[in-house]
Structure formats: structure tokens, C-alpha cells
């Protein structure tokens, strides 16, 4: 009797320290996304010239000047973000998950990160921006169940 006692506390304990642990790593996964992110942000501060090209459907600039090489580093720091995020999505907690879908599908669809993907085939898949939608549909129809 007391070993089974002391097996059945034994496991309770354990089942705590898991569900504290896999709060603790949640928690930890969002707070790297969100200084990711604002490196991102700073970066725009500095350069407001730069957001269209992530957040707006218009064309790369040549990439011989200066500003063509400049959005294609602000794309590069943002899809690295995307997909630094894209492989922790398990750890996002649930009532955040969509809104970042949304935000990496829009991003990803976007003209000038096409064209980027499309000039690097081999920094990301092409079909990058495919994944994002595909997910937000399917977390989509998960949520009108």
C-alpha cells in the first residue's frame, strides 16, 4: 500500500513538473519570437523606406542599388523570423497561433518575397508561403468546429 502511495505521488509530482515545464518553454518560444520580430521592427525605424517591400505587394528594386540590396536583407532577416517561428509553431500558444499564420501567410504572398524566394531557391522552399496558407486554412476550419 505505501509503494503504491508513494508510486501514485511520484507520478503526480512528475505529471506537474511536466505541464510547469512545457508552460515554461511556451512561454520561452514566444518571448524569442517577439525580440525576433522587433529586430525586424528596429530595422524599419531605421529604414521606413524597407516596409513596403515586406508588407505591401510591390516589386523588388534592382538588385544593383542600394535599396534593392536592402530590401532583400530586410526580406532575408524576416523570412529567417518566419521560419525560426515556423519550427517552434508548436510551442505558440493556441490563442496566438492564428494571428501569426495570418501574418506569415501575408507576408510570404507578398510580390517582392515571391521574387526573393524565387532569386534564393535554395536559402528557402519556394513553396514557403504555400505552407503558411495551407495551415491558416486548416486551423481555420479546426476553429469553426
Same mark, same amino acid.
Given at each position: 500500500?505505501?509503494?503504491?502511495?508513494?508510486?501514485?505521488?511520484?507520478? !503526480?509530482?512528475?505529471? &506537474?513538473?511536466?505541464?510547469?515545464?512545457?508552460?515554461?518553454?511556451?512561454?520561452?518560444?514566444?518571448?524569442?519570437? !517577439? !525580440?525576433?520580430?522587433?529586430?525586424?521592427? /528596429?530595422?524599419?525605424?531605421?529604414?521606413?523606406?524597407?516596409?513596403?517591400?515586406?508588407?505591401?505587394?510591390?516589386?523588388?528594386?534592382?538588385?544593383?542599388?542600394?535599396?534593392?540590396?536592402?530590401?532583400?536583407?530586410?526580406?532575408?532577416?524576416?523570412?529567417?523570423?518566419?521560419?525560426?517561428? &515556423?519550427?517552434?509553431?508548436?510551442?505558440?500558444?493556441?490563442?496566438?497561433?492564428?494571428?501569426?499564420?495570418? &501574418?506569415?501567410?501575408?507576408?510570404?504572398?507578398? /510580390?517582392?518575397?515571391?521574387?526573393?524566394?524565387?532569386?534564393?531557391?535554395?536559402?528557402?522552399? !519556394?513553396?514557403?508561403?504555400?505552407? &503558411?496558407?495551407?495551415?491558416?486554412?486548416?486551423?481555420?476550419? /479546426?476553429?469553426?468546429?
Amino acid at each position: 500500500v505505501v509503494t503504491i502511495t508513494l508510486s501514485f505521488l511520484t507520478l !503526480i509530482a512528475l505529471l &506537474y513538473q511536466s505541464m510547469s515545464l512545457t508552460k515554461s518553454l511556451k512561454t520561452q518560444s514566444y518571448q524569442h519570437i !517577439i !525580440i525576433s520580430q522587433t529586430s525586424v521592427d /528596429k530595422i524599419f525605424l531605421e529604414y521606413p523606406e524597407l516596409r513596403p517591400f515586406l508588407y505591401e505587394n510591390v516589386d523588388l528594386p534592382n538588385p544593383d542599388t542600394e535599396l534593392g540590396r536592402r530590401a532583400r536583407v530586410i526580406i532575408d532577416v524576416a523570412l529567417n523570423v518566419i521560419d525560426s517561428t &515556423y519550427q517552434q509553431r508548436d510551442l505558440i500558444p493556441d490563442e496566438m497561433l492564428d494571428s501569426w499564420l495570418h &501574418y506569415a501567410s501575408q507576408v510570404t504572398n507578398n /510580390k517582392g518575397v515571391r521574387q526573393f524566394l524565387v532569386e534564393n531557391p535554395d536559402w528557402y522552399p !519556394i513553396a514557403m508561403s504555400d505552407e &503558411y496558407t495551407n495551415l491558416l486554412a486548416k486551423s481555420e476550419r /479546426k476553429n469553426e468546429i
